[in-house]
């Protein structure tokens, strides 16, 4: 055992590490800043009271150790958990790689959480063996939340300009566009690369306008809805409004802001809305019906044209008068008392017929529809009267009246037994030959028939309410092809064949039916002498009749009333018995046409032969033929009667017909022109007439039909096969 003491050996100098450790408890409070220290297995062993203030909580450095880190759980920036072994200090000890500036996101205990700015280094001894290391980090959420809500202001920013819903640019001092948002590409359809870098100028349709722009904003003035014109790449203008200022640095103009406002389409609007009043307004003085404005007395506001000729008066003789000067004294109580309740509003609209005096004193029956213009709060502004010159249409309603009672008289006149009846069945009239055939007077609640009984063909009774009337009312059809006998309260009988049609009005409604009741009593003895001829007359009666019961049902069906159907009915028997005279002086074989058109027209014309002209090669219809021809020229000539160029004192008509070959047939072909009567107003509807004429020439004869309403005049051309014909 040596004695010998050993000096001791100098004292080593501390490493980093070492020193940090042997460090007052207090050192690492005076480090401005969150520090803390691991050994080299990554064990807590130091951290200051900056550190345990952040982490929320003071880990034990003695039981219960934790390694790496203090706070309660660590997670990346974007949010996703980070484990201890995996955070920067773990590597730091393992590889002694260092961390500058990295950010991590720490939680309490509490679960509030906060961004760490870290900054890691390794702790090594003198021989470079790592010892620990140290980890210096702050709290930078406060910093971080700036940073966010700058980035999202800019964002805002940003997307404001780009997806704004009104145009938007920038334009340099020298008037170069250095930055636009979609809305402005959009509204003129460029791309970026073909708007961006042009001078603004270019897309200018208005040199002066721009230029007053550019002058106005570099001396510093401010656009508020400057109106300009922009050119669309597609070569369209485009209406805006431009609000803008300017931008200056150090007093030089730098650039300018500017928003486009798209007016194109009000622009658009308020020029249609201006030419709508300009049509409005020439309507109102084209129409052909009077119009009128008028006050709460009834004065005279507004007239135009056409009301001005109706009256006989000037415009400014009818601005100074009320409606009621001019209306006569017995229709003028019944205006002013529905004007009145107008007024009121009681009435939102009402319709008068009145009688009117022309400055000079003759009469003029109107239509009056009234109605008035109010405001938000529903009170009366003015009132507004649309007035027709109805004094033709009443004196037509007048002849239509006195037709019906030539009809009756007509009826009265025929040789057969007429009646008719409502839908009920309940008889309306009846004739003499009726009363007589019946031997007696149908009384008030008789229905369905004129007779006293009935029986069939065979002999067996026939109940009236089974009669062939019966089965026409209640089936709404025409009944043909059958007979009945009648018999008289004095025993004797009448055998009969029944032709009931039923009666419809303008909407097609059932309102009645007409019978002709033919006494067949000659024929039933004479049929077994004249076998051929009475079977013969049969068919020509049973086509006659036909035709009759068509044209009665097809007139009552398209008559405006009855006094329209008893006239229209009348003129077609009438012209169709003018072709049945001309046949039967004929023996039935043929009809010369120009002889067939002179029978219809000259009966019709009266003083107007002489403005006729019927010319043509002769031509001989057949009898079928001759009747189709007989109803369509009588159509014709009934419509230039009362409508068209034999409705003047100056019209013409020419009646022409040529033969022609076409295709190896030869074919007749007839043209009707009319001229120098009244402007010709097409039809707004296909009346009756119209059907008749196409159904004679091309339903019954096979033949083409051209039915012209020209302004000048009607024409019609008809075109058919030879062989209908005997030329």
Sequence with gaps: ??????????????????????????????????????????????????????????????????????????????????????????????????????????????????????????????????????????????????????????????????????????????????????????????????????????????????????????????????PARLRAKNGSFKHVLITSNSRFEEGKFVNTRCFTTDVTGLYEAESARRESESRLAATYEAATIGIAETDAEGRLLRVNDALCKMLWRSREKLLSMTFFDYTQE???????????????????????????????????????????????????RYGVRVIQDVTEAKHMEDRIRESEQRMRDLLEALPAAIYTTDAAGRITFHNKAAVEMAGRTPQADDLWCVTWRLYNADGSSLPHNQCPMAVTLKENRPVRGVEAIAERPDGTRVPFIPYPTPLRDAQGRLVGAINMLVDITERKQAESRQKVLIAELNHRVKNTLATVQSLAGQTARHAESPEDFVHRFEARLLALSRAHDLLTKRHWEHAPLDLLAREVLMALADGAAERIVIDGPSVDLNPRAALSFTMALNELATNAVKYGALASETGTLSVVWRLHLEAGTQMLGLEWREGGGPPVRPPTRRGFGTRLIERCIERDLGGELDLAFDLAGVSCRISLPIGLANA
Excluded at 16 to 41: F, M, N
Excluded at 349 to 374: E, M
Aim: hydrophobic content about 40%; glycine content about 8%; aromatic content about 8%.
């Design 1 to 226: 055992m040596s004695n010998v003491e050993e000096f001791p050996v100098a004292a080593r100098k501390l490493s980093e590490y070492e020193a940090l450790v042997a460090a007052a408890p207090g050192a690492l409070d005076a480090i401005p800043g969150a520090v803390y220290l691991c050994d080299h297995e990554g064990w807590l062993v130091r951290y200051n009271s900056e550190a345990a203030g952040l982490w929320g909580r003071s880990p034990s450095l003695i039981e219960k150790r934790e390694r790496f880190c203090g706070s309660h759980r660590l997670f990346l920036i974007d949010g996703t958990p980070l484990a201890r072994e995996d955070c920067p200090m773990a590597t730091a000890v393992r590889t002694g790689a260092a961390t500058r500036n990295a950010e991590v996101i720490m939680e309490r205990p509490d679960g509030s959480r906060f961004v760490a700015l870290v900054n890691i280094r390794a702790l090594e001894d003198q021989n470079g063996r790592i010892q620990g290391a140290i980890n210096c980090f702050q709290d930078i959420s406060a910093h971080k939340a700036m940073e966010e809500e700058v980035r999202r202001k800019s964002a805002d920013l940003e997307d404001f300009f780009e997806n704004s819903a009104i145009g938007l640019h920038i334009v340099s001092g020298d008037g170069i566009i250095q930055r636009a948002n979609k809305a402005e590409l959009a509204l003129l359809g460029y791309t970026a690369e073909e708007y961006i870098g042009r001078h603004i100028a270019e897309f200018h349709a208005d040199a002066p306008v721009i230029g007053d722009i550019l002058q106005k904003l570099s001396c510093g003035e401010k656009l508020d809805r400057y």
């Design 330 to 380: 017995d229709d003028r109580r019944k205006d002013a008392a529905l004007y009145e309740r107008q007024i009121r509003g009681e009435l939102d609209s009402y319709v008068l017929r009145k009688r009117a005096n022309r400055s000079d004193g003759t009469t003029v029956f109107l239509d009056i529809h009234s109605s008035c213009v109010r405001d938000a709060s529903g009170s009366f």
